[in-house]
């Protein structure tokens, strides 16, 4: 029997690339408000579950500021009924505070796994997981293998340090930032 465009399914996988483009490539987070239910809901290791959609444009935007050149990469979308699953990777480079770790202005390649739940043409519901161990290992922050209990321990200090330089430097930039902002009679925070 022939597909009618009464008896077709939406594609919810173009949906899903539309907004991933805009929201993580282009930063258009007012994108957010045109594919996202009201009511969305996002499920995130780790986090209270994000509800409505300026919850989720407060989290854009933070990963946004963490990794400012962060690229997305779609590499598998599958559509079921009213749900997609998503298969990606995002890359950047970390210049802001990204997981509670200061700017270490390393790169970042992060694999991550989205299952999103439509109600109609808009996005009610999303469950999120990603690689944040590979993460942590990309920021130098896990102890290289076999390094046993000495050298994680001799680890654990050498990360406390490189923590405490990080947020100093991290301080100068937002000092330097704040003196140059007020000598062109703009306002600080």
Sequence with gaps: MA???ETEEPDLKKRVAELSDLVWNKGDLSAADTYLSPDFVG???GV???????????????LRRALPDLAHRQLTLIQEDDR?????????TQHGELMGVPPTGLPVRRSET?????????????????????TFEQLGLTPPDGAGPLGQIAH???LMARFAVLQAK????????????AAQGGHTA
């Design 114 to 134: 989205t299952v999103l739940r439509f109600e109609g043409d808009r996005i009610a519901e999303v469950w999120y997981q990603a690689d944040e161990i590979g």
């Design 84 to 92: 997609v699953v998503m298969r990606a990777e995002i890359t950047g």
């Design 3 to 5: 597909h009618t465009a």
């Design 170 to 181: 991290a301080g100068r930039a937002a000092k330097a930032s704040r003196a140059r902002n």
């Design 48 to 62: 209270p579950d994000l509800r409505g959609t300026a919850a989720y444009k407060r989290m854009a935007a933070e």
């Design 156 to 158: 654990t200090f050498r």
């Design 43 to 45: 499920h995130y290791p």
